[in-house]
T-cell receptor, first 114, second 113 residues
């Protein structure tokens, strides 16, 4: 049983297109996150949701829109894709939002924008 | 703002060597500290954590001690194996109510047989 799953694993698309990445967790956690990992492996948080409510929204272009239909799912929609959006996107979840919580990561989605 | 600095990689060692990966942080308040590991082609997984000063986190032979006086959380292992080859990330978390992990740049470790 995969705890945090993401689809698709790979996504290759043209500049200007709109795409979505889906994330699901079966851990019963209340909080979910999206991270971006660039080509140098640097990881940065993008968004955090707690029980479908947006909690953290870092300085991310508004072309990126997270959507949480229920607390087990957090999808990421990206409009008008740009070359600089090429990266690996990780979804994660944790039981709560406490500073001691452990985050559980999905396997990542490698997005390539041509 | 809060930040984490790790030693530059890549690090290459022989099997059974001693490992140290340095990590220092800058933060206001009292952060929790984490080491996450990323094996090739996979997502991150927690290796160990410490939530207050002088705590020692340990797992799979790895350990790190939360040193408030030196703002450090160095990762050590006495005898590394080929299977330890991965990218290691040091991170801090301070915010309550909405955990925000701030990661270091990652250190790629390769262990040769």
């Amino acid at each position: 049983d995969t705890a945090v799953s993401q689809t698709p694993k790979y996504l290759v698309t043209q500049m200007g297109n709109d795409k979505s990445i889906k994330c699901e967790q079966n851990l019963g956690h209340d909080t979910m996150y999206w991270y971006k990992q660039d080509s140098k492996k640097f990881l940065k948080i993008m968004f955090s949701y707690n029980n479908k409510e947006l909690i953290i929204n870092e300085t991310v272009p508004n072309r990126f829109s997270p959507k949480s239909p229920d607390k087990a799912h957090l999808n990421l929609h990206i409009n008008s894709l740009e070359l600089g959006d090429s990266a690996v996107y990780f979804c994660a979840s944790s039981q709560g939002g406490g500073r001691t919580d452990t985050q559980y990561f999905g396997p990542g989605t490698r997005l390539t924008v041509l | 703002g809060n930040s984490v600095t790790q030693m530059e990689g890549p690090v290459t060692l022989s099997e059974e060597a001693f490992l140290t990966i340095n990590c220092t942080y800058t933060a206001t308040g009292y952060p929790s500290l984490f080491w996450y590991v990323q094996y090739p082609g996979e997502g991150l997984q927690l290796l160990l954590k410490a939530t207050k000063a002088d705590d020692k986190g340990s797992n799979k032979g790895f350990e790190a001690t939360y040193r408030k006086e030196t703002t450090s959380f160095h990762l050590e292992k006495g005898s590394v194996q080929v299977s330890d080859s991965a990218v290691y990330f040091c991170a801090l978390s301070e915010r309550q109510g909405a955990q925000k992990l701030v990661f270091g740049q990652g250190t790629r470790l390769t262990i040769n047989p």
